[in-house]
T-cell receptor, first 112, second 114 residues
């Protein structure tokens, strides 16, 4: 069962513009949400996270928004840079659970 | 500090064979998780080990098994390989494997089943 869903397999934006990546989840027990970035031939690397007690977390060009009532989160990248081109995975876990569930990923392409 | 190390990087096997993949976590990390990545499916959770005990298991058949040693290194075994097992297998470690704790991934083992 796909508890974390990323419905957009790909996204293309122009350099300098905003990239918005979306993620939906079904399990209301999830307490933590994370975004990972993956380049080809490398493992995913942690980007930013948010706990369910917050609705926004910001780190430089990256901001994650959480809407618990809609079971939806999004990652905003402003401004987008060509080096941001990668696959982005949304992930979620519960406080008392040791497995982290990932979405299918969104391939972001930032064009110069 | 060295990162998560997975060996081998690439493997080619034939149907019916078995395979063992190895993962060395970051020093001091006691939790090791395994994931399968296939195109369009994202990362599918296989299992998680902590202090040599399997704490959680995903929805994979019994052909997929794992273990963890006292030094936290982990191995994953797949028996009676099928074509659909072709995937990138990723190992991730964290210090205690608690909810929300970020995972550190290795570069993965690319398994091709012919």
């Amino acid at each position: 069962d796909q508890q974390v869903k990323q419905n957009s397999p790909s996204l293309s934006v122009q350099e300098g513009r905003i990239s918005i990546l979306n993620c939906d989840y079904t399990n209301s027990m999830f307490d933590y949400f994370l975004w990972y970035k993956k380049y080809p031939a490398e493992g995913p690397t942690f980007l930013i996270s948010i706990s369910s007690i917050k609705d926004k977390n910001e780190d430089g060009r990256f901001t994650v928004f959480l809407n618990k009532s809609a079971k939806h989160l999004s990652l905003h990248i402003v401004p987008s840079q060509p080096g941001d081109s990668a696959v982005y995975f949304c992930a979620a876990s519960a406080l008392n659970n040791n497995d982290m569930r990932f979405g299918a990923g969104t391939r972001l392409t930032v064009k110069p | 500090k060295a990162g998560v190390t997975q060996t081998p990087r690439y493997l080619i096997k034939t149907r019916g064979q078995q395979v063992t993949l190895s993962c060395s976590p970051i020093s001091g990390h006691r939790s090791v998780s395994w994931y399968q990545q296939t195109p369009g499916q994202g990362l599918q959770f296989l299992f998680e080990y902590f202090s040599e005990t399997q704490r959680n298991k995903g929805n994979f058949p019994g052909r997929f098994s794992g273990r963890q040693f006292s030094n936290s290194r982990s191995e994953m075994n797949v028996s009676t390989l099928e074509l659909g097992d072709s995937a990138l297998y990723l190992c991730a470690s964290s210090s205690r494997g608690g909810g929300g704790e970020k995972l550190f991934f290795g570069s993965g083992t690319q398994l091709s089943v012919l």
